[in-house]
């Protein structure tokens, strides 16, 4: 069994967004942003290779929109997914599962492409099950306003119409995979969005956090940074606030989704409360 970080592309974000009512003064610190308040934003999935299972858990952006809707975001850098799925030795078509932690478009949006005479979309992963949960699809095929921007049809629609969609059973004792080398529980919060799920890997003796949304970067740890993405946001500092302390008190390994900058990072206890410990490159802790 073996792990592989995979960069599906770098975007920018508006920094006020990402950190809501934290004052710029104080968030600009770990997320310098440019002249147009924009902050370094990373989509970095993770591939999981356990004996004949090959599993991505998220697929970024994908690179089927206009170029109006990719001017919002501002890619920047070489990586994409087919390209760092090369690096590592493996293709699309290699991938039996994807796991999507939750469905706005820069976590699910590499999910699906055009069809070949684009005048359609199909699953960019032909091979793979899509899992989502029924409570998120539903939240996501019948969006609130707020969020409607970020829950695109053409994202979401053509994995159920492929006959690939799997929803994951909500149990609390329920893993997604198990083998005699790891375990992946998963993690259900609510705050960014409903029913979001975050994996927890047990591999190699450590617990391997994929932090999705709800721990965006490094710069988020202490508890009041929460997104303005966020439909719950009081309901996100409780759940930081019992994850982080879990986090610490476990000595978790937090993979960072959405930090262009650091992959990995630990948190320790402190008067103020729990705050970053170290950082680490995904090379440092499995290679």
Not at 130 to 141: G, I, P, Q, R, Y
Not at 214 to 226: I, R, S, W
Not at 256 to 263: F, P, R, S, T
Request: hydrophobic share 35%; glycine share 6%.
């Amino acid at each position: 069994m073996k792990l592989y970080p995979i960069e599906a592309g770098n975007f920018k974000l508006d920094g006020g967004a990402m950190f809501g009512v934290v004052p710029k003064s104080l968030w600009n610190r770990t997320n310098p942003a440019d002249q147009n308040n924009m902050i370094d934003i990373a989509a970095r999935c993770l591939l999981i290779e356990d004996g004949d299972r090959l599993t991505l858990i998220d697929t970024g952006m994908g690179d089927k929109q206009s170029e109006k809707f990719f001017g919002y975001y501002y890619p920047w850098g070489e990586h994409s997914l087919d390209r760092s799925l090369k690096q590592h030795g493996f293709h699309r078509d290699d991938i039996t599962d994807v796991f999507m932690t939750h469905l706005h478009f820069d976590h699910c949006g590499g999910s699906i492409q055009w069809n070949k005479d684009r005048t359609g979309y199909e699953p960019a992963f032909k091979n793979a099950k899509f899992w989502s949960n029924k409570d998120h699809w539903l939240w996501a095929t019948q969006p609130n306003a707020r969020e409607k921007a970020s829950f695109l049809e053409e994202n979401i629609l053509p994995i159920e119409q492929s006959g690939q969609l799997n929803f994951i059973d909500r149990k609390p004792s329920q893993k997604f995979l198990k083998s005699e080398e790891m375990d992946f529980g998963v993690l259900f919060v609510d705050g960014h969005t409903d029913k979001q799920m975050i994996p927890h890997i047990e591999y190699k003796g450590k617990t391997l956090v994929f932090m999705a949304d709800l721990l965006a970067t490094a710069g988020h740890v202490p508890l009041p940074y929460v997104m303005g993405f966020d439909t719950r946001p009081l309901l996100t500092l409780d759940e930081k606030e019992a994850f982080l302390n879990t986090a610490a008190d476990k000595e978790y390994y937090l993979f960072l989704e959405h930090d262009a900058h650091n992959e990995i990072i630990t948190v320790q206890h402190t008067e103020k409360g729990v705050r970053l410990d170290k950082t680490f490159t995904f090379n440092e802790l499995f290679n």
